[in-house]
């Protein structure tokens, strides 16, 4: 780029053919010391004149003392390069050289200098006379007067009417006398503004600089004519006057001041399904291979194209072109390794000559173990007796080997069977009065052997009696006492509306609002506000003080330890967990009780068990520190307890022994780790064992913990420590998911929900438990609830409306019409149909009181809670019933005998 210098130099020689001062011959004259005649140091003026401060001055040729130039004009007008209006302020890049030492730079030379000696000047003090005039001449001034000879020196008349030598000025001479404030052609800065002295001496403001102002020029601005990147896809010029123009777009990307590139930076394509490339920051492909495929120009999935592999037991799989993995065939006996094979179904048998055969888990056919003597029939041996030997097949069963060397079916004995032989007096078992109240019972050997004396008395053939004579008892509305002969004896029927039979007596029915069993005990609510608890007991869970193991009937919890009340009657919500229960009362305060081995009751203190309630401490506090008040709902759990509070946030303590976990901690939300960020939309959790799942306002549902058999819902069996999305039915990982649900509920190692078209849905594994049709399937995704005794994948229900399974394996469900229905394993009756076996795969309906399996069914159920041991749902007219296993009383009718139907709840 051609430098300021030269650039002046042309706009110099231009001034010079105007103004008299020539670089070759011309006719023009040039006024002495009055015009600037834009000459340059080395350039002839008319007449023998000198170029002296852009003057023409009489002056020998040669005088150092002439001005080094500066671009500035002389005249009080815009610099000499300036080629606006405006005067533009000069560029930063600015690459002048001379006698100021470098760009931008006060002229050293700016100075009046002294006169030269040498050849062309003799004496030193030499100095010009008055124009046309010789300096000795007399008479040729009056004495006082004084002239300009340039703008920088004065002449004055002296003795003699001579004119004395030539004298410098300070700053200028006008009017012949030294004047001004600065040097001409000086420059400054006054903050952003430019400052240049005129011809007169005295400062002139030039412009502002738009970035910074440094010994009166404006710096930071760019150079007319170069390039630069405003962004990486646009491209700026420097314009005259060395400011940058509008930006323009690049066809592909900008780099190094210059458009260029052969892409768009960012771009991403795929060249081939296994190779990917990227267009860079500086417009050039950069290629990679992926280690699985290309799809949408990044690399992705998680498997090669064309690879199988085996997904469970039965089924192919084969990773598509997308590098995904897709079911491809069910294999007709297993797969192995990456492919379908085998040759049976694992654990068929058959024969091979005398050798039965087995088939292993991997399909594949193998001896047993064990050769036939005889025959091999259906893969096993037979015919292995010898004729005419006997044996015992039971206590009572003689059988003997036929001739084809079989055991025959077997001939009863009168008594009983030993040794492969008939003999005894007795059946084994049976009892018989001796002499009352003594007993005795016939042994193994088929002899009478004395047996343990009745409390009361032996009847009939050896029983006792049911009862102490004048003990009374209920059963439904029915009082009954207990006869001489140690036999019940129906009394009076209490009345249904103003009276109910409890604890032996007839009295007012109690109404109850609100019920949750858990593992060993239930707690339920009352209408007056208090709180009832019953059932296992042994490690405080019930609330009242006491430690006991079997409680039949309820016992109302008391208040805390220190409390002026002895008992409190303003309880809201309680929930009953594994050997702790928590609740919330009318201040919104949260408490809990029972055990607290894994500080399941987030008092903040030691890990110790409490039978009476212990307040809930806030995050971090200790025992006895601050707490909240706006709780909204409370869930206790096998070990692990969660509360959401009246933000909608959820928070859950315990899972452990750590001091940490004895307070509330928040809940994070998917991703998140500690201290990040939460959500606060949550409305119910549902807690089983090592996980958890909640239930959010958009409906969509989020699980985490131990996902060992697909608990979490998430298409996987990958543990979470934040929560997970629960999928659609049938998704791979980050697949589609509802948002629809409307309940939840936690069992075991299986979670149901139901969504608001009225369908029942669960995921994981159990005895049953799904309701799918199916047993001892994972289910990574949920399955539908089918219909009673439908076969899998047959019909379904859409008229749910509760669902509940805390901690057990097994699942209970509301309908609309007001029925209760359950399914999974059925010991203990806790399926409610009148029966402890078999495990039902779809729901079975709960029967009314001591009916027998197919009866009669209530259809008045309102409230419905499903525990580990334990089912009770409350009925329409406030009454509560239980059924289930009732070991430590907790069905709450007053004994320990299994209810395989519902019995009411004593009224306490």
Known sequence: MPSLRSALGVLFAACSLLSGCLSTSTTDECKLGTETCGCLPDDTCERGLSCRSEHCVDLPTGDAGERALDGVDTAGGPEANDDDAGGREPSAFDDSSGADGGP??????????????????????????????????????????????????????????????????????????????????????????????????????????????????????????????????????????????????????????????????????????????????????????????????????????????????????????????????????????????????????????????????????????????????????????????????????????????????????????????????????????????????????????????????????????????????????????????????????????????????????????????GTGHVCALRDDGTAWCWGHGEFGGLGYGGWTKVQSTPIQVRAALGASETHWDDWTQMSAGRNHTCGIREDNSAWCWGSNLYNELGFGGEPNDRSLPHQVVAAGESEGGAVWTDWTRVFAGGGVSCGIRSDKSLWCWGGGSAQDLSSPRQILAAGETTGGAAWFDWTSVALGVSYICGLRENGTVWCWGTNSVGQLGNGSTDNSSTPSQVLANGELPGGVAWNDWTAIAGGRYHACGLRSNGTAWCWGTGFSGLGDGTTGVLATTPRQVLAAGEPQGGATWNDWIDVSGSLGESTCGMRSDGTVWCWGLASSGLLGNGTSSPNQTTPSQVLATQQPPGGTAWSDWSVLSKGNSVACALRTDGSLWCWGQNLSGQTGCGDTLRKTTPVRVVSP
Do not use: H
Request: with cysteine.
């Open 104 to 517: 931008n730079q006060p002229s050293p030379a700016s100075k009046p200098l002294a006169d030269d000696a040498g050849p062309d000047n003799p004496v030193p003090n030499d100095v010009p006379p008055g124009p046309g005039v010789p300096s000795g001449t007399p008479g040729v001034c009056t004495v006082g007067d004084a002239q300009c000879v340039s703008a920088q020196e004065i002449q004055r008349c002296g003795t003699g009417e001579r004119w004395t030598p030539v004298e410098p000025c300070a700053f200028v001479c006008a009017d012949g006398a030294c004047s001004g404030e600065c040097e001409p052609g000086d420059r400054k800065c006054d903050g952003l503004v430019r400052m240049w002295c005129d011809d007169a001496g005295a400062w002139q403001t030039l412009t502002a600089c738009s970035g910074a102002c440094e010994l009166g020029v404006c710096t930071g601005l760019c150079e007319p004519g170069e390039g630069q990147c405003a962004t990486p896809t646009q491209f700026q010029w420097c314009e005259t006057g060395g400011v940058w123009g509008p930006a323009a777009p690049c066809e592909f990307s900008c780099v190094d001041g210059a458009c260029g590139g052969e892409c768009r930076p960012g771009t991403k394509e795929c060249l081939t399904s296994g190779r990917a490339r990227e267009c860079s920051q500086g417009g050039t492909w950069l290629e990679s291979d992926c280690p699985y495929a290309c799809i949408d120009g990044s690399c992705g999935g998680s498997c090669t194209p064309g690879q199988t592999r085996c997904n469970g037991i039965t089924r192919e799989q084969q990773c598509a072109e997308a590098g995904t993995w897709q079911d491809s065939a069910e294999c007709a006996f297993v797969c192995l390794d990456v492919a379908c094979g085998g040759e049976c179904v694992p654990g068929e048998r058959r024969c091979l000559d005398l050798q039965p055969q087995l088939c292993n888990s991997l399909a594949t056919w193998v001896d047993d173990g064990s050769a036939c003597e005889l025959v091999c029939a259906a893969g096993v041996c037979s015919g292995s007796c010898t004729p005419g030997a006997t044996q015992c097949s039971s206590n009572t069963t003689l059988q003997t080997c036929t001739a084809a060397a079989e055991w025959d079916t077997g001939t009863e004995c009168p008594f009983t069977c030993a040794s492969g032989a008939c003999g005894g007096v007795c059946k084994p078992g049976d009892v018989r009065c001796s002499t009352s109240p003594g007993r005795e019972q016939c042994g193994a050997t088929g002899a009478w052997e004395a047996l343990a004396d009745c409390d009361i008395s032996c009847v009939g053939a050896g029983s006792c009696g049911e009862c102490v004579p004048g003990d009374m008892t209920c059963v439904d509305a029915v009082l009954r006492s207990c006869g001489g002969d140690g036999a019940w004896a129906d009394q009076i029927t209490c009345s249904g509306t103003t009276s109910e039979c409890s604890a032996g007596q007839c009295r007012a029915p109690a109404t109850w609002i609100d019920i949750s069993a």
